[in-house]
């Protein structure tokens, strides 16, 4: 089995380098997922009655016709990016605003709807389209560890994790996945150019991007890597959070937009806050059983952390440390969706030799996705 470490450069094509068994297979996973996802979302109405709670969402509490297959991913954080992309950017200090939201993932479905007018529309196919590429860099990804022949089964347990939703709403998720295996695959493969310019979107997509400079600052050193191209890639990420302060401070008059945006009432959060969350005791109408399922959730990534160690590395380990670290400094809200973007623990699960473990809790997963995509269909805080 190839070590994480022993890694050459190597001058091929990436796709004439992984056995294109290994991509097809991850890719149909991927693709079959979605599809699913598209009927589980249509059928919704028919099986939850809407939450009739907070904004109404885009299309009306109960679209109908070809509306079910968009509607089903149009709801909370899809509503602040269509708002972006339509109108650009709005900023306030004292009330939510569009400001409180990264701009590669709007920036994307802006540029897309210059064939798919409808912003939502636009972008749940952009979703598709980065969950896709991010299938195939997975499967690289594993190959490159030896472990390439686990790939199909590890995307399998990604998107059977409740929470994998995400990757078919109009959300970010799918972009930050594919661009962070963009950045690892690429830096690894010495592909400067395309790991910088995947590190500055990944930078601009969400603000926990930022966790790609120390991660690419690691790979260097544990690959032994020399050079300035080497360097390229994490002054790129270094260069894109500048560029993106330096917009703030040109249409808001301060580079401190964003989180300034994000300390109003409604997103605000202290220490006290976030000790109370651990507790399961929340100040911001959270109930405890929400509280409790992103608590589970964050064990549960910690328990897996001894196994992503010692099949996949130290890179991947601290990777995900980092990926959770981050958010958890806000409290526990959404920390699910942060969890789905971990995929060194679904490629860790993959790796167990005893693999009918995993096939117990295939049937119970399947539910619980499927019944957390229906609710968040519905109109539910499932975020």
């Known amino acids: 089995m190839a070590s994480a470490t022993d890694l050459t450069t190597r001058q091929e094509s990436v796709l004439t380098a992984v056995p294109s068994r290994i991509i097809v297979r991850t890719l149909s996973v991927a693709l079959i997922w979605r599809g699913v996802m598209l009927v589980v979302g249509a059928i919704a109405p028919t099986v939850i009655p809407p939450c009739g709670c907070g904004v109404v969402p885009p299309f009306g509490r109960h679209p109908s016709g070809l509306a079910l297959l968009v509607a089903a991913g149009a709801h909370s954080d899809a509503m602040w990016y269509a708002q972006i992309a339509e109108h650009g950017y709005q900023y306030s200090a004292t009330h ?22 409808n912003p939502y529309v636009a972008g749940e196919i952009l979703s598709a389209l980065f969950l896709a590429a991010a299938a195939v860099l997975l499967a690289i990804w594993m190959h490159d560890r030896g472990w390439g022949d686990r790939a199909p089964l590890a995307m399998v347990i990604l998107l059977m994790y409740p929470f994998s939703l995400f990757f078919a709403a109009a959300y970010s998720e799918s972009m930050f996945l594919m661009l962070l295996l963009a950045v690892w695959v690429s830096f690894e493969r010495r592909l400067w150019y395309l790991a910088a310019v995947s590190s500055v979107l990944l930078v601009l997509t969400r603000p926990t991007g930022v966790v790609v400079i120390p991660l690419l600052l690691l790979l260097r050193q544990r690959h032994g890597i020399r050079g300035l191209g080497s360097l390229l890639p994490p002054l790129a990420a270094v260069g894109g959070l500048a560029g993106f302060a330096v917009y703030q401070w040109i ?3 301060t580079p401190l937009a964003y989180e300034r945006a994000k300390f109003v009432p409604g997103w605000n959060t202290d220490m006290h806050h976030v000790v109370a969350e651990l507790l399961l005791q929340s100040s911001s109408g959270y109930s405890t059983s929400y509280l409790a399922i992103m608590l589970a959730a964050l064990v549960l990534a910690v328990a897996l952390l001894p196994l992503v160690y010692s099949r996949l590395g130290l890179a991947a380990a601290l990777l995900v440390v980092m990926l959770l670290a981050l958010p958890l400094s806000a409290g526990l809200q959404s920390l699910t969706r942060y969890v789905s973007v971990c995929f060194p623990i679904f490629c860790a699960l993959a790796t167990i030799e005893r693999r009918e473990r995993l096939l117990l809790a295939a049937g119970p997963a399947a539910l619980l996705s499927a019944g957390a995509a229906m609710l968040f269909a519905a109109g539910y805080g499932i975020y």
């Open 251 to 253: 249409a808001f008059g």
């Open 96 to 117: 939510m605003s569009s400001m409180g939201f990264y701009p590669a993932y709007p920036l994307a479905i802006r540029a897309a709807m210059f064939i798919v007018s």
